[in-house]
């Protein structure tokens, strides 16, 4: 390992690309070796900061892979489910860490990402943020002390681009709250409810998604009971803090054995309460 892990940007004119980008250059802990994008994008072959509007950073934005990733110590990678699994073989030949901030994954897709994980880290999180890492902690403990009368629902908003619903840290929380009352998610949740839906089921976990504006995320888990409500929430304000997540899950990576983590293994939160 290198004493200043280089790490190569997937997705890197994208929202999260570009403020990944900048956290690395603004790091004196690592150095970006690699900016990537979809075949056809029209950056390709351009410098990556001069694309960005800024200096020239040495780096050019390509379509290649397999190349890029020889060269790096890590992957930062929040573009789309198919384009992280096939990135997440290649990462693992390149034994480089792989982190995955995409979100949107089916089962299946995550089964799939299971062989890289023989092979290299993969640090997994559908929000790199201190902040909900914690309430995801908060939301099992409170879920586990409250009984059924106490209805659960995750009420979430994004940005108007945003492509999936309800978002990961919404699924995130719903697991959490279903894990703290020792039942699977997919047998009680309820989303998208529309028209005559009959009665709100007991026990039943509901997501609501909000999409507007430029709202970079915000959720709520709401215990709804007779007689009081407790809301947790999280607000985001500014996208660098899933930026300055994924970038500590890079360098926290290179020190571990090959194998699936998340962001409470690398913020060392696994029962901070
Ligand atoms: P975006 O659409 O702005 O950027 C995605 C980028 O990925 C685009 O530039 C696109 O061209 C690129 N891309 C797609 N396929 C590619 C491929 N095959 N090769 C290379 N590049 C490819 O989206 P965004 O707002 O930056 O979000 C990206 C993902 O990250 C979403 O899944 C979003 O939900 C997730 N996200 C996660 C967190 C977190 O903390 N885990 C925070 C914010 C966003």
Known sequence: MTHKPGIVVTGASGRMGQMLIRTICDSDRAHLVGALERPGH???GRDVGEAM???ALGVPVTDDPLEAFARAQAVIDFTAPEATLEFSQIAAQAR???VIGTTGFSSDQLAALKP???HAVIVRAGNMSLGVNLLVQLTRKVAAALDVDFDIEVIEAHHKHKVDAPSGTA???GEAAAEGRGVALDQVSERGRDGITGARGAGAIGFSAVRGGDIVGEHDVLFAGEGERIVLR??????AIFARGALKAALWGQEKQPGEYDMVDVLGLRDPI
């Not at 999280?234 to 996208?239: E, I, K, L, M, Q």
Request: net charge neutral; aromatic share 4%.
């Open 42 to 44: 029209d950056w390709l």
């Open 53 to 55: 509007g800024g200096a």
């Open 96 to 98: 480089a860490v792989h």
């Open 116 to 118: 890289a994980a023989r």
């Open 171 to 173: 699924l995130m929380l």
């Open 234 to 239: 999280h607000v985001a304000t500014d996208r």
